[in-house]
Nanobody, 123 residues
Framework: VQLQASGGGLVQAGGSLRLSCAASGRTSSNNGMGWFRQDKEKEREFVAGVNWDGSVKNYADSVKGRFTISRAKASNTMYLQMTSLEPEDTAVYYC?????????????????WGQGTLVTVSS
């Protein structure tokens, strides 16, 4: 399986972006998936996750109420709708496939990573 993240860009504070993560190859439809982000000189942090069938979602406290994760199993694509963006959201965003059917919050629980897409929020 390969993951391709896209949708990043430059946006003003208060704006919105939608990230996409397309999975190709042998599908990961029975695994949880998640989004992480990493800013320079900081550790990679969990943003949001979704379980194998999309019925259970979890979010970092910092993005609750602003970000929405979803997945379309038919197209093997995961999304992250980001609204009310803040400068603190600036980072490279990575999508990942979890080791199991649910989506944990630790990076070690994920076995496959996409290349990342840069989100920059200006103040």
């Amino acid at each position: 399986v390969q993951l391709q993240a896209s949708g990043g860009g430059l946006v003003q504070a208060g704006g919105s972006l939608r990230l996409s993560c397309a999975a190709s190859g042998r599908t990961s439809s029975n695994n949880g998936m998640g989004w992480f982000r990493q800013d320079k000189e900081k550790e990679r942090e969990f943003v949001a996750g979704v379980n194998w069938d999309g019925s259970v979602k979890n979010y970092a406290d910092s993005v609750k109420g602003r970000f929405t994760i979803s997945r379309a199993k038919a197209s093997n694509t995961m999304y992250l709708q980001m609204t009310s963006l803040e400068p603190e959201d600036t980072a490279v965003y990575y999508c990942a496939v979890a080791r199991r059917a649910w989506s944990g919050t630790a990076a070690r629980e994920y076995v496959l990573w996409g290349q990342g897409t840069l989100v920059t929020v200006s103040s």
